[in-house]
C-alpha cells in the first residue's frame, strides 16, 4: 500500500522560511516524478515543484522560482520542499503527489498525502 506523508507545515513570517518533508511508503516505482502541490480554499489546486525519481530533473512553478528548492533522498525516501523567502500568498495547503508525467499539473499525479498546512504572516 502507498502512504505519502508530509510534515513540517506551520507559521512563518513574511520572507521567513519552512522545509516541508514527504515521507513515502510502498511500491511507487513506476510513479516517475514527485511533487509538491499546494491548495487555497476557492482556487485551483497549483503545482508547486517536482522532481524526477532519481533526483537528476526538476520543475519548478514561477511562484517557486528562486524561493523554492526540491530535493529527494532515495535512501530515505523522503522528498523535501525547502521554503525560503516565504510570502502571505504562499500560505495554502501544500501536499506531496506521485505521479507519472513531466507536469505540475495535478491530473497526472495519482498517489496523494493528506497534507500539510502552511501559513505565512505579515
Known amino acids: 500500500q502507498v502512504q505519502l506523508v508530509e510534515s513540517g507545515g506551520g507559521s512563518a513570517q513574511d520572507g521567513g522560511s519552512l522545509t516541508l518533508s514527504c515521507a513515502v511508503s510502498g511500491n511507487i516505482y513506476s510513479r516517475t516524478w514527485m511533487g509538491w502541490f499546494r491548495h487555497t480554499p476557492g482556487k485551483k489546486r497549483e503545482g508547486v515543484a517536482s522532481?524526477?525519481?532519481?533526483?537528476?530533473?526538476?520543475i519548478y512553478a514561477d511562484s517557486a522560482k528562486g524561493r523554492f528548492t526540491i530535493s529527494k533522498d532515495n535512501a530515505k525516501n523522503t522528498v523535501t520542499l525547502q521554503m525560503n523567502s516565504l510570502k502571505p500568498e504562499d500560505s495554502a495547503m501544500y501536499y506531496c503527489?506521485?505521479?507519472?508525467?513531466?507536469?505540475?499539473?495535478?491530473?497526472?499525479?495519482?498517489?496523494w498525502g493528506q497534507g500539510t498546512q502552511v501559513t505565512v504572516s505579515s
Open positions: 503527489a506521485a505521479g507519472f508525467v513531466f507536469s505540475l499539473s495535478p491530473d497526472y499525479y495519482d498517489y
Open positions: 522532481i524526477y525519481r532519481d533526483g537528476g530533473d526538476s
